[in-house]
T-cell receptor
Framework: DQQVKQNSPSLSVQEGRISILNCDYTNSMFDYFLWYKKYPAEGPTFLISISSIKDKNEDGRFTVFLNKSAKHLSLHIVPSQPGDSAVYFC??????????FGKGITLSVRP | NAGVTQTPKFQVLKTGQSMTLQCAQDMNHNSMYWYRQDPGMGLRLIYYSASEGTTDKGEVPNGYNVSRLNKREFSLRLESAAPSQTSVYFCATLRADTQYFGPGTRLTVL
């Protein structure tokens, strides 16, 4: 039973355009959501998060949107840069000590 | 300040061999975690430790044991390695609302 779903395995975007990475969850008890970025041969690094009491959180080029009624969140990267090419994991939790991760999506930003 | 370190970076084992993956952190965090990452499977929690001396099972604990002897170190042991345990293993710590990951150990079991 996959509780956090990233249904698209990959996304390719032109440099300077917007990248939109989607994530769906099934457990309505989740109340905190995170995005992690992972380069090859490195560990995941925290990117941005959002609490269920908010519907948007912004940090520079990165914005996360949360739609609780649809159990959906998305990560927007504007403008996309070649250095953004990585695997992005969506994660969700009810108790922050235990994260449930999605399978990840590979973003490729074309120069 | 090295953050989270893992040793070894790479390891090849034969089926049935045992080994211990080491994780250490210098951030003085209480909680530590072991994950495995497999292609198309995301990150799955093996075991975690909320504090020194305590450990709990995660999503995929079978075939593994852990030890949290002190606040800094959290080890993962494979007593009898199986090919299904071929994976990349990540250790992580928790501060506030964020987990911090080590660089990973790539393990191949033949």
């Amino acid at each position: 039973d996959q509780q956090v779903k990233q249904n698209s395995p990959s996304l390719s975007v032109q440099e300077g355009r917007i990248s939109i990475l989607n994530c769906d969850y099934t457990n309505s008890m989740f109340d905190y959501f995170l995005w992690y970025k992972k380069y090859p041969a490195e560990g995941p690094t925290f990117l941005i998060s959002i609490s269920s009491i908010k519907d948007k959180n912004e940090d520079g080029r990165f914005t996360v949107f949360l739609n609780k009624s649809a159990k959906h969140l998305s990560l927007h990267i504007v403008p996309s840069q070649p250095g953004d090419s990585a695997v992005y994991f969506c994660a969700a939790t009810r108790v922050i000590s235990k994260l449930t991760f999605g399978k990840g999506i590979t973003l490729s930003v074309r120069p | 300040n090295a953050g989270v370190t893992q040793t070894p970076k790479f390891q090849v084992l034969k089926t049935g061999q045992s080994m211990t993956l080491q994780c250490a952190q210098d951030m003085n965090h209480n909680s530590m975690y072991w994950y495995r990452q497999d292609p198309g499977m995301g990150l799955r929690l093996i075991y975690y430790s909320a504090s020194e001396g305590t450990t709990d099972k995660g999503e995929v604990p079978n075939g593994y044991n852990v030890s949290r002897l002190n606040k800094r170190e959290f080890s993962l042991r494979l007593e009898s390695a199986a090919p299904s345990q071929t994976s990349v293993y990540f250790c992580a710590t928790l501060r506030a609302d964020t987990q911090y990951f080590g660089p990973g150990t790539r393990l191949t079991v033949l």
